[in-house]
């Protein structure tokens, strides 16, 4: 099994919402990651959790709030958003940092209004 | 800095040419590289990836990479394109003992029937 779930598909939400994103995994990764991607854009990075601890923190803006509950999960909560959020947000995850490879999640639609 | 460089912004091809797609990285050190690909509003999906060993690599779909250590490339191959091959393909490095996967800018791939 090397799928990557994200739930929901699609999101859309108001400025004064707040929702929260779902990533799961049962590859028994270590590492998982949330990335944010616009339209004909490569995805960037925003959070990578190791081992269950926050690893790194792209300078996201604190209206995102990632969430590490367990080694097979991963939440990013949203609250306060701009327009300017809105975006596919895609979950990864991989073994380590050695010789591994990145599996991706089909990716959350978000529309910010 | 680690960079990569597609570029190629948009390819087209007609059904059953052959394709390369370009892809050239600045980095001291041998870098993890990959090829993902991705179909509009879907997640990526690992194509193949290159650690070390034989510089030509295998990967799913009937694509095969390169890696030229002098030319700092790794292109991607594919003999005989089929119109499902449409689509925006990313190429990626990774360091070792880091997290971070750099993209590049992606090549958008059009088939022609």
């Known amino acids: 099994d090397t799928e990557v779930t994200q739930t929901p598909k699609h999101l859309v939400m108001g400025m004064t919402n707040k929702k929260s994103l779902k990533c799961e995994q049962h590859?028994?990764?270590?590492?998982m990651y949330w990335y944010k991607q616009k339209a004909k854009k490569p995805p960037e990075l925003m959070f990578v959790?190791?081992?269950?601890?926050?690893?790194i923190n792209e300078s996201v803006p604190s209206r995102f709030s990632p969430e590490c509950p367990n080694s097979s999960l991963l939440n990013l909560h949203l609250h306060a958003l701009q327009p300017e959020d809105s975006a596919l947000y895609l979950c990864?995850?991989?073994?380590?940092?050695?010789?591994?490879?990145?599996?991706f999640g089909q990716g959350t639609r978000l529309t910010v209004v | 800095a680690q960079s990569v460089t597609q570029p190629d912004i948009h390819i087209t091809v007609s059904e059953g040419a052959s394709l390369e797609l370009r892809c050239n990285y600045s980095?001291?050190?041998?870098?993890?590289l990959f090829w993902y690909v991705q179909s509009p509003g879907q997640g990526l999906q690992l194509l193949l990836k290159?650690?070390?060993?034989?510089?030509l690599v295998q990967g799913i779909k009937g694509f095969e990479a390169e890696f030229k250590r002098s030319q700092s490339s790794f292109n991607l191959r594919k003999p005989s394109v089929h119109w499902s091959d449409a689509a925006e393909y990313f190429c990626?490095?990774?360091?070792?003992?880091?997290?971070?996967?750099?993209f590049g800018t992606g090549t958008r791939l059009k088939v022609l029937a």
């Open positions: 990626a490095v990774r360091t070792s003992g880091t997290y971070k996967y750099i």
């Open positions: 980095y001291g050190a041998t870098p993890y």
């Open positions: 590859m028994g990764h270590r590492a």
């Open positions: 290159y650690f070390s060993g034989d510089t």
């Open positions: 990864a995850s991989s073994q380590d940092q050695g010789r591994t490879e990145a599996f």
């Open positions: 959790y190791s081992y269950e601890k926050l690893s």
